[in-house]
């Protein structure tokens, strides 16, 4: 009771807090506070938001459904990586603003992407459940082969680990809905890679939560030896769902790619720089929930957004900074809200002949 009652209070600070940061800035509208809630309010940061939220929230989604299988999948950022270069390369080869078989390179190059993320899922996937390898170190294993092997093939093509400007997806217009105050220009003048992640995630949700197969999913994760039991091929739905974030990774990766970038730098970090390990957390953060996760990557991705307004009013904050951001809301919801329950055979192979 006493725990519960110092969550309430800690919750009641920060909105309090809140609230009078708020007033502030509305009284004080030439302060710094005053600065970043008229970015807050802006059209542009909002439109940037829901762009720099694609690769989390699919990402998240699609760590999700192998989690929830019983498989750890941290090579997430490894697979935004590979689907991201290959959708620029292939748009590149087949040319920008060309069309191939009456269809858009972009779209070719977009569904690239998604394949090349799901054969390096399938690769991880059997690494861990045919050859049960320990799944965090498949994991990294998986993120640092993309981190070597985009920028090197990169090399060979362009003579760069970066590549070249290949351009991004047309927003898409729709009339007189557009024109609707706040909505119009968030849902109904934007880019296709949004619509992606707003239908991905619906379906998402769907499937882990209203299908047979989500609740085999569930299941594979709890207790894998009572699915097996009534008759289900665990290996089978753990390969399902481990592919299923290998999909939703490469929509996520392609749809970064050619949503916002329009090229890829190979360099360091990659233009990637840490969205899937921001992707786990955001996954957490939703206690596994393939909307929250999406309504989390909003969060994260409109911290980001932010402060790469504010250094336009001068404000250099650093990306560093921001970046920590995330994991750090995740230990302080942790603290106020509750725990996050990791599903109990999470990251156990399961072998059908033990007992």
């Not at 991880?124 to 990294?140: H, P, S, Y």
């Not at 009572?226 to 769902?241: E, I």
């Not at 360091?268 to 957490?284: P, Q, V």
Request: net charge negative; with cysteine; hydrophobic share 55%.
């Amino acid at each position: 009771m006493s725990d519960l009652l110092s969550r309430r209070s800690a919750a009641v600070a920060l909105a309090v807090l809140a609230a009078v940061t708020i007033a502030a800035g509305l009284v004080f509208p030439d302060s710094w506070v005053g600065t970043v809630l008229s970015v807050l309010a802006s059209p542009g940061t909002h439109t940037a938001m829901l762009r720099l939220a694609v690769p989390i929230a699919l990402a998240a989604i699609g760590g999700i459904f192998a989690e929830k299988s019983g498989v750890i999948n941290i090579g997430l950022e490894g697979l935004l990586i590979v689907s991201a270069f290959s959708a620029i390369l292939v748009t590149f080869r087949l040319g920008a603003g060309e069309s191939t078989a009456l269809l858009s390179n972009h779209w070719w190059g977009f569904a690239v992407g998604v394949i090349v993320s799901t054969l390096f899922a399938l690769l991880f996937a059997a690494v861990c459940i045919e050859f049960e390898a320990d799944q965090i170190i498949a994991g990294l294993a998986v993120w640092l082969i993309a981190l070597g092997l985009a920028p090197f093939a990169s090399r060979i093509v362009f003579d760069s680990p970066n590549t070249g400007n290949v351009g991004t997806f047309d927003a898409v217009t729709v009339p007189v809905l557009s024109e609707v105050p706040v909505l119009g220009y968030l849902l109904f003048d934007t880019g296709p890679d949004v619509y992606v992640m707003l239908i991905a995630a619906v379906a998402g949700w769907y499937l882990l939560a209203r299908t047979r197969f989500g609740r085999w999913v569930e299941a594979s994760g709890e207790n894998p030896k009572a699915l097996d039991t009534a008759g289900v091929d665990v290996r089978k739905v753990r390969y399902a769902a481990v592919l299923l974030s290998g999909i939703f990774a490469g929509l996520g990766g392609a749809g970064f790619a050619l949503g916002q970038l329009g090229t890829f730098a190979g360099g360091g970090e990659t233009d990637i720089g840490g969205r899937g390990f921001i992707a786990i957390a955001t996954y957490l953060f939703a206690n596994y929930h393939p909307i929250g996760a999406l309504a989390g990557s909003f969060l994260f991705a409109g911290l980001d957004a932010v402060q790469i307004r504010l250094q336009t009013y001068g404000y250099a904050v650093p990306t560093e900074l921001i970046r920590t951001i995330p994991y750090v809301t995740v230990i302080a919801v942790l603290v106020l809200f509750g725990k996050t329950r990791l599903p109990e055979a999470a990251g156990e192979p399961y072998d059908p002949d033990e007992d």
